[in-house]
């Protein structure tokens, strides 16, 4: 079965601490999977995803086949970066849905 | 960028009535849309995929009569809650899919607010 799992449903940092928000897949194949992230009273945005291998907002996140999983790394947090943050994968043959993780929210402390 | 709207952004309405959202995508052509329920702090819940043209293909568990949609053209999809009851209650969010070659990717609307009294 495709499923992604958060296992942090909270995370609590202090401003200039790293952060690693974790994500672990079961996915049949190739997947393909984002990070979308939703900041307070705001809509649900594409943060990165992994084929662009880009980094946006300091964020980084790289795809590891062998242990099925696409943490996302930030090395020094800002306080603007807390949110809720959901990791995500594709199934291409399930009609191309969004599956995504429960999700953990940020806490950046000054 | 693409940007999908709801309407309307909150609603209040009594148990037993019937209430209509509105997704639109507003500078681009939407065939796939999708309709998700979030409860607070927790992850989208889909509900249905919405297809231009087609029945509404629906996730297990999602009552088909209860929660009617309709995607009746390129920009808009509408999901009804027919006689809304308390339990019903919740934050509902679409998104329209773009594709983008051999991978697609997904626009979200800002949410709507439902309260059932």
């Known amino acids: 079965a495709q499923r992604v799992t958060q296992p942090e449903k909270l995370l609590s940092v202090f401003k200039g601490a790293p952060v690693e928000l974790k994500c672990n897949y079961s996915?049949?194949?190739?997947?393909?999977l984002f990070w979308y992230v939703q900041y307070s009273r705001q809509r649900l945005q594409l943060l990165l995803r992994h084929i662009s291998r880009e980094s946006i907002k300091g964020f980084t996140a790289d795809l590891n086949k062998g242990e099925t999983s696409f943490h996302l790394k930030k090395p020094f947090a800002q306080e603007e970066d807390s949110a809720m943050y959901y990791c995500a994968l594709v199934g291409y043959n399930q009609g191309g849905k969004l599956i995504f993780g429960q999700g953990t929210e940020l806490s950046v402390k000054p | 960028g693409a940007v999908v709207s709801q309407h309307p952004s909150r609603v209040i309405c009594k148990s037993g009535t019937s209430v209509k959202i509105e997704c639109r995508s507003l500078?681009?052509?939407?065939?796939?849309m999708f309709w998700y329920r979030q409860f607070p702090k927790q992850s989208l819940m889909l509900m249905a995929t919405?297809?231009?043209?087609?029945?509404?293909?629906?996730e297990q568990g999602v009552e088909k009569d209860k929660f009617l949609i309709n995607h009746a053209s390129l920009t808009l999809s509408t999901l009804t809650v027919t006689s809304a009851h308390p339990e019903d209650s919740s934050f509902y969010i679409c998104?329209?899919?773009?594709?983008?070659?051999?991978?697609?990717?997904?626009?979200f609307g800002p949410g709507t607010r439902l309260t059932v009294t």
């Open positions: 919405s297809n231009e043209g087609s029945k509404a293909t629906y």
């Open positions: 500078d681009f052509q939407a065939t796939t």
């Open positions: 996915y049949s194949g190739s997947p393909e």
């Open positions: 998104s329209a899919r773009v594709n983008h070659g051999a991978t697609y990717e997904q626009y």
